[in-house]
């Protein structure tokens, strides 16, 4: 028995040694060799300070500053939990969202949907729409839009709420990635956000359209990808620019 048991066995510890000591110790090591930055996170510093990663986005909602897009990984662009939301094209919950009690008995926003996504970009960022019903009767006493009274709108299965925007919506500016993290946004989306961004910051709409032009990548060995805009790169650039003024 024990001349059938001890190969198999010796087999699995040296398959252990090499495969899960041995190779990703040699492979860090390189990696840390020959791509030192990449290795460690490609982290982004300040000093000597870290403020991030260019490879991991992060959620920005002042008006001064550019967005990225939406993300479902945990509470939003936590890389531990990231992911997609795994909900389908016509799934009511993906286009419409849906809301829940919480342990206060208060009626939150449990998932804010495409459709609420599009008339805060809409509203953010001055592209005309079109309104089944005027917006006003779904802000708060502070002139805030009221989610929880939007969602359950559009979700009204008598007259729903009909919102269109009258300019094309760039789908990454309403739609999370699958992984929730990505760092990047379309040059579309960064263009219809640059009004709002110069407007914030008293500066020029060509000065703010400079920038994104700066920091628009090309695809990848110029065929692999799309053209995108780094949104905490962008945003840093943007500091550092108009602090000089």
Known sequence: MWQQILPGLRIKLFMTVVLGIIYPLAMTGLCRLLFPRQANGSLITQGDKVIGSEIIAQNFTKPEYFHPRPSVAGSGYDATASGGSNLG???????RGTTKMDDKKNEVVDFDGISLRIVHYCVDNDVPYESSVPLDRFKTANGDLDDVKLIKAFNDEKAPLVFT?????????????????????SPESAQLQSARVAKARGASLDQINRLVAQFTEPPE???LGEPRV?????????DRELARR
């Open 221 to 223: 060995l110029g065929i």
């Open 230 to 238: 780094n949104v905490l790169k962008l945003n840093l650039a943007l």
């Open 89 to 95: 094209p016509t799934s009511a919950k993906l286009i």
């Open 165 to 185: 925007p009258r300019a094309p919506i760039p789908a990454d500016a309403v739609t999370a990635s699958a992984s929730g993290l990505d760092p990047h946004i």
